[in-house]
Every structure is written in structure tokens, then in C-alpha cells.
Antibody, heavy 122, light 108 residues
């Protein structure tokens, strides 16, 4: 089955760290560029980060730049998001999302996971 | 960044009725770089429409997208029970890509 499954969410104090994982299956993960998208409670979707197939080109939203680090392990079909210096406003469900295009981004997403909840609170 | 405003916030319809969802951009969206997603609670979001009007794989033809510039529309002809969900628009013509706040389509 073609799917993405996120894990690693939980409750963390402000200033703390968390590492999210996304396990891909059913497709050739190494040929797709990937993204992280989040949704804060009661809010819309917000793009967070992009990584190309070789981890050469990486982008972040201004709201997480300098605090979050995206990475991938193509041998293990996995995508990661290391989140440091977490803030209350980072509380959200985090989704990994596959870009429609292979190798190069199309910037719309044809496969999403169900998400993992990150709660930043003291 | 381009801000997308969706309306209405909530749409109450009966099965069989037509749904018309709007998305207005704060500035003109480049070319046809516009998409729509469906999201049900606890599920993964699903791509419905890309390139303004192209249906994604497996999407029924009762879903259609239209628009240009700053005004875009998602139409669902004859709502089916499984179509009641939250719908999000997205522009990807100008970085950073942005999403709208969503329209919830609920059963009347």
C-alpha cells in the first residue's frame, strides 16, 4: 500500500526539542521530493519545509528557519524533522507530504500522512 | 506572501446539492499554480485539483476547479455523503506556497 506514516509527536516544554519521522512505503521514496506541512489547532495548513531527493536543496518557512532541520534517509525510506527551541506557536499536527513531481518539485502534494501531534506547553 | 481567503467558512448542504467554494488571493496567482485538497478528521489530506482545473488521479468528475488571477472556485456537483469534509485551497506560483484557512462542508 502506498502510504506515509508520521511518528514522534508528543508533549514538550517550550525551548525543548523533538524529532519527527515519516516512514514511506509502497513507492520509490528516493525519487520523490518531500515536504513537511503543519496545522495548528483551529487554523489552516502551513508549509514548513522542503527537501529534494538527494538532500542537496532544502527550504524552510521563515517561522521555523534556524530552529528546524529536515533530513531524509533514502535507504530506510524515511523523512525526518528535527525541531529545536520549540515555541508555543509550534503546537500543531505535522504532516509529511509527497510532491507530485519526481526529482523536481511541482509544489503540490499528492500523498499525505495522517499526521502526528506536537504540543508545546509548560 | 500570498494570503488565501476561503469563503464561506462553513457551508451547510444536503446530499445531492451542489457545493460552490471560493478562494480569493491577496495578489494574482502566477499562471495556473493552484490546487484544492479535501481533508476529513483523522485522515490524510487528499489532493483533488491541481493546475486550477486538473483532477488528481481517482478523483470523480463531480469535482471541478476553475478561476484565474485572484479568484478561484471549487465546485462539487451533487454532493455525496463521503464529500462532507474540510476543503483547502493552495497557491504554488509564488514562494512560499500558501494554503487557505479552509471551508467546512457539513450536512444540513
Amino acid at each position: 500500500e502506498v502510504q506515509l506514516v508520521e511518528s514522534g509527536g508528543g508533549l514538550v516544554q517550550p525551548g525543548g526539542s523533538l524529532r519527527l519521522s515519516c516512514a514511506a512505503s509502497g513507492f520509490t521514496f528516493s525519487t520523490y521530493v518531500m515536504n513537511w506541512v503543519r496545522q495548528a489547532p483551529g487554523k489552516g495548513l502551513e508549509w514548513v519545509s522542503y527537501i529534494d531527493t538527494s538532500s542537496t536543496t532544502i527550504y524552510y518557512s521563515d517561522s521555523v528557519k534556524g530552529r528546524f532541520t529536515v533530513s531524509r534517509d533514502n535507504a530506510k525510506n524515511s523523512l525526518f524533522l528535527q525541531m529545536n527551541t520549540l515555541r508555543d506557536e509550534d503546537t500543531a499536527v505535522y504532516y509529511c507530504a509527497r510532491d507530485f513531481g519526481r526529482q523536481a518539485p511541482y509544489w503540490y502534494f499528492d500523498l499525505w500522512g495522517r499526521g502526528t501531534l506536537v504540543t508545546v506547553s509548560s | 506572501e500570498i494570503v488565501l481567503t476561503q469563503s464561506p467558512g462553513t457551508l451547510s448542504l444536503s446530499p445531492g446539492e451542489r457545493a460552490t467554494l471560493s478562494c480569493r488571493a491577496s495578489q494574482s496567482v502566477s499562471s495556473t499554480y493552484f490546487a484544492w485538497y479535501q481533508h476529513k478528521p483523522g485522515q490524510a489530506p487528499r489532493l483533488l485539483i491541481y493546475g486550477v482545473s486538473s483532477r488528481a488521479t481517482g478523483i470523480p468528475d463531480r469535482f471541478s476547479g476553475s478561476g484565474s488571477g485572484t479568484d478561484f472556485t471549487l465546485t462539487v456537483n451533487r454532493m455525496e455523503p463521503e464529500d462532507f469534509a474540510v476543503y483547502y485551497c493552495q497557491q504554488y506560483g509564488s514562494p512560499p506556497l500558501t494554503f487557505g484557512g479552509g471551508t467546512k462542508v457539513e450536512i444540513k
